[in-house]
Each structure stands twice: as C-alpha cells, then as structure tokens.
C-alpha cells in the first residue's frame, strides 16, 4: 500500500509530457503502439495514466486538456513504444476527440465506479470510436476505475460486466489508480490487442500479394504482381516517375507517384 508521503501532487511533478493545444497531440512519429485514454471527466484517467507511466499517485485534480506520454515496455519478449494519449473528460477541453481517436490504435474508456454517469457516457463514446474507425473490433479495454472506494461505490462489478459483454466481451479491469491495481495489466491487454491486430493486418496481406501472385500466372517473373519492377533501378525509378508528372494532367485523376 502507499504511504501518503509517496503521493506527489500533479504540480510538484516535472512530466515528460506535451501538454496544452499548441503542440502536436499524437504527433506524426512512427510510435508503433499508439494509446487513447478516453472518459468523463474526473474518471481518473490522468492518475491511471501516471499511474502506468511514472509509477507515482496524483491525489490532486488537475483537469486535463491534453497530456501525451511515451513509455518503453517489454510485452512477450518484444520492445514497445508506447505513446498515450490523456485526453480531456471535461466538456469544454473535448473538441479534438475526434482527431485523438482518429490516429489512436488502441482506446482504454475509463469510468469511475462511484459515478454511474460516467459508465453511461462510455457508451456514446465507444460508438464515436467504432464509427470514427469504421470497424466494430478495434483494441480497447473497459476499466472501472477507483475501485478502492468501496463506500462510495455505486457500479458494482456485475455493472462493468455486462457491459462488457453487451461490447462483444470486451476485457474489463476494475482498476485503483492509488493502488495501482490492475494498472500495468490494462495497458498491456490493450497492447496486446494491437499486436494481435496488426499480425492479422500482416497476414492478411501477404495472402492478397499470394493471390495476386497466383492470378498473375506460374511463369510470371517473382514480383510481377507488385506495382513495380523489383528490379528497377533509382534512375530508371526517377526517369519513370517524370513521365508520370508530365503526362499526369492527361490521365485521369488515379494516376499515383510513387
Ligand atoms: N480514491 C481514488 N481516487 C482516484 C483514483 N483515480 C483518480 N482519483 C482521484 O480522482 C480525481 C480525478 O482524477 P484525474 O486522474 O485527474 O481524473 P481525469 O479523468 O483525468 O479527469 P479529467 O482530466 O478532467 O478528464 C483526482 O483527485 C484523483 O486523485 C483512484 O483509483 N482512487
Ligand atoms: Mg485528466
């Protein structure tokens, strides 16, 4: 358990963070895991957050316009970038969600067990989620957050439970961001998720580059299905994609430039 003493308010800390809306929010790295944290106001997503990132409690709240963290970890032997997004829960600081989600690939909604509002909020904003990324299985996790506040619960886990099941069995952590219960697990689900993702991403290219290969014929050349020569070199490259500028304006408007 921690001591009070360990528990550094919000303003004493220096974060290694981009805050406020002048700077890129997820910026336009290569980040290979990047992770929306997303819920109602006063949830405690930023705790959570620095909870994962830091190692320390935030007792003070700060609303949050905009926070972003980077965070190496190891999951499965392999080096993960993260970069986390702390989004704002506030009304007034939540007219950029939409671009946060946009560029996110995996989302934590957060909801507070001693607020029954903030559960019901998740819903509309699993629904902005699915619809902005136009697929009804996206990486998330549902958290359930302040769960060491048993006397002021009102969400029991069943709460939790269900809806999770009623999102297709979404995984759902009841989380203490003082506690620092089921933190690092919640992130690493999510983490999890994207990898998996991105595996069938992979694989299911390589089978259209197969099928493509195959349709092509057994005695095209290897690669022949691919826009490009492989053996093309730089300047033959350069000489080509000239041709492409110069006759651009008398082709019709798909004409790409490599
Ligand atoms: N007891 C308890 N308090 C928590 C927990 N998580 C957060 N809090 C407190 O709840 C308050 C709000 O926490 P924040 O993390 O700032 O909430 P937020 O969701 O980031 O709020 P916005 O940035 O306004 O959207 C703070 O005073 C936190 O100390 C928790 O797990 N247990
Ligand atoms: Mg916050």
Known sequence: MRSRKDRISMHEMSFPVVRSGATPLISGT?????????????????????QFVQGVYVESYDPTIEDSYRKQIEIDG????LEIL????????????????????G???????????????????????????????????????????????????DDG????????????YETSAMYKTNVDEAFVDVVRQIMRKEAEL???KKQQKLQKQAEAGPDAPAGAAEAEPASQTVAEKRR???RSVATEGHKSKCCTIM
């Open 30 to 50: 290569n980040s290979d895991y990047k992770v929306v944290v997303l819920g109602a106001g006063g949830v405690g997503k930023s705790s959570v957050t620095v």
């Open 78 to 81: 392999r080096q993960c970038d």
């Open 86 to 105: 702390d989004t704002a829960g506030v009304a007034q600081f939540t007219a950029m969600r939409e671009l946060y989600i946009k560029s996110g690939k």
């Open 107 to 157: 989302f934590l909604l957060v909801y507070s067990v001693t607020d029954e509002n903030s559960l019901k909020e998740l819903l509309a904003l699993r629904d902005q989620v699915l619809r902005i990324k136009d697929s009804d299985s996206v990486p998330m996790v549902l958290i359930g957050n302040k769960c060491d506040l048993e006397e002021d619960r009102v969400l029991s886990i």
């Open 161 to 172: 439970l269900q809806v999770s099941q009623e999102w297709g069995m979404v995984p759902f």
């Open 202 to 204: 992979s694989e299911e």
């Open 240 to 242: 080509s994609r000239q």
